[in-house]
């Protein structure tokens, strides 16, 4: 296979083998971004001198002797909302086109630390809202499966990196689905830790209450060597769970026998599509045939998750998006008659039309009145959906879903239809509400395009998520197929 198309635990021992040095796989990798970029445009901005500067240090620092770390020297592709210190971050929105942050999120300074080799960054829905990320300020991301279609969002470029051979990994956050919903769009694995089990001090808020920051892989061992380098405690964000961090790639184990698996009646249902469902049947036959034990659960206040996901998401991100006002960060409208005028001028022109429709939602759900009715509900009915899982996990080790109720759609089809896109999180929404990790991995293809399942596990239990995927891809082959682009 292609060096670009190579997993990184694959291209980590091709350099401990010394078969390739990390400028090579650089290089090769800039190749790959030259040759098939324009008709992607996974990235915002792409860092060459950078990456081939910090390439060759790891090349000295390999050179110089001494162990060579899982991600050294590995092309890594971050979201546009994370922070890098000295590069350019903004969001995929005009408000920000010119941002240039003095510090780098903790995420970023630990893949550095770890040696990984920092690409570019990768285009997103402005602000991470959406689903296809086509809300993008600046231009849409093509799937590298179909390119007439949506590669999912909101961090799409990420999965559209990895999934083409742009970069060997990729961050990305999740606030309803981000990352796995891009993930089961562009075949691969995509996990959204637990909140709290990854700082995310330098990921620009949007909604703090869900908002996490996770790995965008091409397999599951990939997914576990990121893991090992993001997750833990952080000072700086106030939020990250203190504790002991695990050994993610200790999870890596080929066997399921006695697992429970649940799988909530709800999401098999209404609205998912005959052909993603087919393809999850079959995974979960595999599952069986590996010795998991699987049945039927409810968590019945699924319905909920949408309604209440929307006017919380909205209600935060309200007030997160409050700072850009043209001051402080970024772009400010010209012609401003005074210091009001100036404000409104610059959100109306730097803002795009999603991020609008949430300010406004959210200011209108917050605002004196309406709170209790809107706000405060929606927060209730978080708890109750918090302890269906509670109870659903009282029973089983892990519960399974359809990522996504459809695979990919094609450019323009929802985006006109807010609510339509809303509903392409219907499977993913309520995992960030409850706090929980949840993991899509390829399961099949319908018609072409990827499937992906989602594996939901207990806090802090990514483990258990870890070793049910890595058994399903040890025994199948959905996630060895690449795209032809
Ligand atoms: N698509 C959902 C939204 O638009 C989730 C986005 C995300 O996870 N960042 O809010």
Known sequence: ?????????????????????????????????????????????????????????????????????PLAGIPVAVKDN???????????????????????????????????????????????????????????????????????GSSGGSAVAVAAGEAAVALGSDTGGSIRQPAAFCGIVGLKPTYGAVSRFGLMA???????????????????????????????????????????????????????????????????????????AEALA??????????????????????????????????????????RYGYRAEGGTDVVDMFMKTRSLGFGPEVKRRIMLGTYALSAGYYDAYYLKALKVRTLIKQDFDRAFASYDVLLSPTTPSPAFRQGEKVADPLQMYMSDICTLAINLAGLPGISIPAGFADGLPVGMQLIGKPFDEGTLLRVAYTFEQNTEHHKARPKI
Not at 122 to 151: C, I, Q, Y
Not at 290 to 317: C, D, K, M, N, W
Request: hydrophobic share 40%.
């Open 206 to 280: 949007f909604a703090s209450s869900l908002d996490q920051i996770g790995p965008l892989t091409r397999d599951v061992t990939d997914a576990a060597l990121v893991m090992n380098v993001i997750a833990g405690h952080d000072p700086l964000d106030s939020t990250s769970a203190p504790g002991p961090v695990p050994d993610y790639t200790a999870y890596l184990q080929n066997g399921i026998k006695g697992l429970k698996i649940g799988v909530p009646k709800e999401y098999m249902g209404e609205g998912i599509s005959p052909a993603v469902k087919q393809v999850v």
């Open 82 to 152: 994370l922070c890098t210190e000295g590069v350019r971050t903004t969001c995929s929105s005009k408000i920000l086109y010119n941002f240039i942050p003095p510090y780098s999120a903790t995420v970023i300074t630990r893949l550095n630390q770890a040696g990984a080799v920092i690409l570019g960054k990768t285009n997103l829905d402005e602000f991470a809202m959406g689903s296809s990320t086509e809300n993008s300020g600046f231009f849409p991301t093509h799937n590298p499966w179909d390119l007439e279609r949506v590669p999912g």
């Open 286 to 327: 595999a599952l069986a045939d590996l010795g998991a034990q699987i049945e039927e659960t409810s968590l019945p206040h699924s319905e909920y998750a949408l309604p209440a996901y929307y006017l919380i998401a909205p209600a935060e991100a309200s007030s997160n998006l409050a700072r850009y006002d043209g001051v």
């Open 1 to 69: 296979m292609e060096l670009y198309y190579l997993t990184a635990h694959e291209l980590h021992d091709l350099l401990v083998d010394r078969q390739i040095t990390a400028e090579e796989l650089c290089r090769a990798f800039f190749e790959r971004i030259d040759a098939v970029e324009d008709k992607l445009k996974a990235f915002v901005t792409i860092t060459r001198e950078n990456a081939l500067a910090r390439a060759k240090e790891i090349d000295r620092q390999i050179a110089a002797g001494g162990q060579i770390a």
